[in-house]
């Protein structure tokens, strides 16, 4: 029963930078992988980044490598993501999701909770 909350979206310009925080609550953080996914209008939610329960190993769309950087806070229960060089194509809504007892993928149908989104908005 784990709850997931967003911050830090906003709109930006393009070449900017934005860190995404996901704070949870309900249960032990070290129990779950985290992943972020967003959602840009008329487009399929899409993983973006994920983190193993020991905060130890990660994962990222080929689209964001290089780019952005998932860390994960166990005692605090925070999960971040920073974002930088960020494009307008990295517009959308953005999602924190935590999977239990999960090893971290970017799919979808792996998660069970998740948070209710972040606005993301990358300015030409």
């Known amino acids: 029963q784990l709850q997931l909350v967003e911050s830090g979206g906003g709109v930006v310009q393009s070449g900017g930078s934005l860190r995404l925080s996901c704070a949870a609550s309900?249960?032990?953080?070290?129990?779950?992988?985290i992943g972020w996914f967003r959602q840009a209008p008329g487009k399929e939610r899409e993983g973006v980044s994920s983190v193993n329960r020991r905060g130890d190993a990660t994962l990222y769309a080929d689209s964001v490598k290089g780019r952005f950087t998932i860390s994960k806070d166990n005692a605090r229960k925070i999960v971040y993501l920073q974002m930088n060089h960020l494009k307008p194509e990295d517009s959308g809504i953005y999602y924190c999701?935590?999977?239990?007892?999960?090893?971290?993928?970017?799919?979808?149908?792996?998660?069970?909770?998740w948070g209710q989104g972040t606005q993301v908005t990358v300015s030409s």
């Open positions: 309900g249960g032990s953080l070290n129990f779950y992988a």
């Open positions: 999701a935590a999977d239990f007892l999960g090893g971290g993928t970017l799919l979808l149908g792996d998660y069970n909770f």
